[in-house]
């Protein structure tokens, strides 16, 4: 804009001065005007029939026409009224005044990233946290912050008070209440000598850990009691505190198996009838088994079907990533990451193949 009122300033001074033999200052003044609007109206040929001035148009206008009384203004043929231009004159000098007449001591400073990222992440560990509360956690580790600052960081963030941040959705009841829950479930599939196999899997809600507990092709109640049998017995040998397991209304769970968890502490849980959702995680895995094992392999009895879910288990436990673990696997932590510092590495990555190719594990060689 500075750049284009100079210009503006330079051609029509050497115009004035082309024009000074002809008339008095007003009417030099007039002319300039007047050719200056033809110009704009020049340039905006074929636009909008609005006329709209460039910022650079009405300093250059403001400071041409203001000295000229209102009586002359009014006989000018100008395309903007009057009051119009004393407008432009005032918004010059103030902004003239707002340059050389700086506050001495600058506003608030400025909220830096990491706070701002603290109290978010605050709000979404603590969701019946109000900006009250928030403000005096932060005010425990020692960051000075107003509250009014807290609150606006709220608002910005899209999060309102906490009165109306504290209901709890379905998922951070389910979450939090994970280290109880199991969830066990049935589904089948053939052979190829044409026999249907029952598979039986249980998986820890909390850690994703899979258990698969047999197949057979006759799923008995004494086979399903004995399975269960051993679940408990595998659970208590694990340290695992689980309360609750969930299971769908399937008839091949007899009810003597509510009685044996029972004895050991876990409630059975039945989901609603023709409702998968319920038993969601469990689905999930049968789905995976099916889509990265059952659909890749042929199965050719009951032996080779134990044998290829075994290996399944181990590479769902200790290899594969999961969302929920934040990449990580039920019986492996994540590791840590890998920092080149600028350098290049030089990565030997060797591949596992489990069931002949069908599943692969990478890792670094030794």
Partial sequence: MLLRLAYLTVTNTFAALRLLPMGDRDKDIEILALRHQITVLERQLGADTRVTFAPEDRAFLAALLTSLPREVLRRLRLLVRPDTVLRWHRDLVKRRHARTCRPKRPGRPPTIQSIRALILRLVRENPSWGYRRLHGELTTLGIKIAPSTVWDILKQGGLNPAPERASTTWADFLRSQ???LLAADFFETVTLNGQRQYILALIEHATRRVRVLGTTAHPTATWVTQAIKNLVMD??????????????????????????????GIKTVLTGIQMPRM??????????????????????????????LREYERFYNQHRAHQALNQAAPLRPTPNPITDSGRIIDLNIRRRDRLGGVLHEYSHAA
Avoid at 240 to 248: G, K
């Fill in 279 to 308: 038993n969601s995680i469990m689905e999930r895995w049968v789905q995976s088994c099916r889509r990265e094992l059952l659909d890749r392999c042929l199965v050719w009895n009951e032996r080779h079907l134990r044998h290829a």
């Fill in 178 to 180: 994970a280290d109880a």
């Fill in 235 to 264: 659970l208590d040998d694990a340290g695992c505190r689980a309360r609750y397991l969930i299971r769908d209304r399937d008839g091949k769970f007899p009810a003597l198996v509510n009685e044996i968890l029972a004895e050991a």
